[in-house]
């Protein structure tokens, strides 16, 4: 969630934090730079946004990081763009003020006319939200905001999360195999979200229903995401008009009796973060979760080292492994859209006004000019400034929480489910299409039914 991170919509694809997750297309391979006489021919470059490069882009990073740190390209939407690779232009671009997030900055053609952000919100009135503002309302409204994330506030939502949490695995656990997406990672955070933003628990089925389509889990129709949207926006002004008569302990309440220097957010400010919230926070969580699993699955030997950490009521490797598992396969690709205030230069190449930047994190924080060996999983990782939940500013308001759920899921899973073990083949599991955010479709896994009975106790560090 960089400053909550937009679901994945490559261009309408996380962050988060864009689209709906538009599918990737097969690209020809671009054209390379040219070898120095005499150096033969150069290494072509890679193509992207192929569905091969969906399932594994850390190659295809690695090269531009070497030959084109800073590179143009056309996204699958038409839409131009520069990638920036290298962790130091990225630490770079997330910091620059010259880099906007309002879209107002994008001097787009109009073929791309409404392809960046996320779908819908336009129409919805929804575009007053921590994604695309700059200060000093963005200043305004963070600070406002903020007050629900804070550490105190965090933790005192520990034990809700872990009744989540075991109330999910309770649910499959007599099974003897699950799918972890569906069943645990994509839930948990939408009802932890929900709980937060005070909806009530007979309406939270519907806000399943509606984040489900919002990242197509499990693909929907074509106009879908923006009729979600539509339906959100309905339900969060009837929602506001509800909770101004009868204000409770939750963050819709707060944002309704927050003011900053007397002046109180609008119902559309307060609308737009209710939403953001809600859409850009669950989806890095559902990444997260899915994501650490399927990397601890591929790694024996550190999954069994967290683990005997875990049953000995250690918590120093399950803190330092959280962050070890945003850095190596993240739930957030790239940050989401910047646009050029004016003419910058950024990695050697000039950014004209208007033009479009992307961070790619997960290319960042592969960089070997940054990490040693960053391309080993290492939960034990100790000098880790990751990106993964962007930098300056636009931080990822939301990432205490999305720590702790995800810490919590893959402590509850790994104490409860100590045979844990991939089902099927891993060429056979397919990530969803998309450029903010980077997450399976599914995490199909079998274990011996009825392990370890739930009430586990919370290590999180948080």
């Known amino acids: 969630m960089n400053d909550s991170p937009a679901p994945s919509t490559p261009e309408p694809s996380a962050c988060p934090h864009a689209a709906p997750h538009e599918k990737a297309a097969a690209a020809p391979h671009e054209e390379a730079p040219a070898a120095p006489d005499g150096a033969g021919p150069a290494t072509p470059a890679p193509a992207l946004f192929t569905w091969e490069f969906a399932t594994d882009p850390y190659p295809a990073y690695a090269w531009l990081r070497e030959h084109r740190p800073v590179h143009r390209t056309a ?7 520069w990638l920036v690779t290298r962790y130091g232009d990225a630490r770079q671009a997330l910091a620059d003020a010259r880099l906007s997030k309002n879209p107002a900055h994008h001097a787009e053609s109009p073929h791309a006319k409404g392809k960046t952000g996320i779908p819908g919100e336009r129409k919805a009135e929804l575009m007053t939200h921590l994604l695309n503002i700059d200060p000093p309302d ?51 955070p939408i009802y932890a979200i929900c709980d937060l933003l005070g909806v009530p628990r007979e309406d939270q089925d519907d806000f399943r229903d509606w984040a489900g389509m919002m990242i ?23 929602l506001i008009h509800r909770k101004r008569e009868a204000p409770g302990d939750d963050l819709i309440s707060g944002l309704i009796r927050a003011s900053d220097h007397g002046e109180h957010l609008t119902e559309n400010e307060a609308a737009a973060m209710a939403f953001i919230l809600l859409f850009a926070g669950f989806e890095t969580t559902v990444n997260l979760i899915g994501n650490g699993m399927y990397a601890l699955l ?39 859209w910047r646009y050029a205030t004016e003419p910058l230069t950024l990695g050697g190449e000039e950014i004209a006004a208007g033009d479009p930047v992307l961070v790619v ?23 880790n400034q990751h990106l993964g ?3 300056g500013i636009h931080y990822c308001l939301g990432a205490p929480l ?37 997450g399976l479709r599914t995490l199909p896994v079998g274990f011996e039914p009825g392990a370890r009975t739930g009430g586990s106790d919370s290590l999180s560090p948080l």
Request: proline share 6%.
């Open 389 to 391: 939940y962007g930098h």
């Open 216 to 238: 197509r889990h499990g693909g929907g129709p074509r106009g879908g995401v923006a009729r979600s949207v539509k339906k959100m926006r309905g339900y969060l002004a009837e």
């Open 298 to 336: 591929r790694h024996p030997e550190q999954r069994a080292r967290l683990q005997a950490s875990l049953d000995a009521g250690e918590s120093a490797l399950l803190a330092t492994g959280i962050e070890e598992l945003l850095r190596y396969d993240g739930p957030v690709e790239m940050a989401t």
């Open 402 to 438: 999305a720590r702790l759920e995800g810490q919590t899921a893959l402590a509850t899973l790994l104490r409860r489910l100590p045979d844990l073990r991939l089902a099927g083949d891993p060429a056979d599991l397919r990530w969803r299409g998309g450029l903010i955010m980077r």
């Open 138 to 188: 963005h200043t305004r409204l963070r600070r406002l905001v903020s007050k629900a994330f804070t550490p105190r506030r965090v933790a005192e939502f520990a034990p809700r999360v872990q009744e989540l949490t075991d109330r999910l695995i309770d649910g499959f656990v007599e099974k003897g195999e699950a799918d972890l997406i569906h069943d645990l990672a994509f839930p948990l």
């Open 75 to 81: 996204l699958p939407s038409g839409v131009e763009a």
């Open 361 to 383: 994190l997960a290319a960042a924080d592969r960089d070997p000019e940054r990490f040693d060996e960053p391309d080993v999983l290492d939960l034990a990782r100790r000098d």
